[in-house]
């Protein structure tokens, strides 16, 4: 568990802690993550970001999704919410897709009678 020191008696106490065992000083928890850029999901340090809306990211939480662009795809590092979006859109895409086949499909074999 990391520890910081009370800003009042500086004591060790917990970065979960509410308040200062010793002096009973409020701990802010979050003030002592000011620093440097973090995750958007949760306390770890940012290493890398989304490639769809560039939001901060740790590795854990960033998935890779394969994403076709006009010639060809590429796989592209996404925070949840824009790859839970870019799922919907390929889910739909295939729906649409398969719609798209039936008609084309109907409409043959309609001209073959
Ligand atoms: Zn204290
Ligand atoms: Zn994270
Ligand atoms: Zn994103």
Redesign the pocket.
């Known amino acids: 568990m990391p520890l910081i020191s009370c800003p009042e008696c500086g004591r060790q106490i917990s970065t979960q802690a509410e308040a200062c065992p010793q002096c009973g000083h409020p701990n802010q928890p979050g003030k002592q993550f000011s620093a440097g850029p973090r995750c958007y999901a949760c306390s770890a340090a940012a290493t890398t970001r989304?490639q769809?809306?560039?939001?901060l990211s740790c590795a854990v939480h960033l998935q890779s999704i394969y994403v076709s662009h006009g010639h060809g795809g590429a796989y592209e590092l996404?925070?949840e919410?824009?790859h839970s979006t870019a799922m919907v859109w390929k889910v739909v895409g295939w729906i649409v897709g398969a719609i798209v086949l039936f008609f084309v499909l109907m409409f043959f074999f309609g001209m073959m009678q």
Request: charged share 20%.
């Open positions: 989304c769809s809306c560039g939001k996404r925070c919410s824009c």
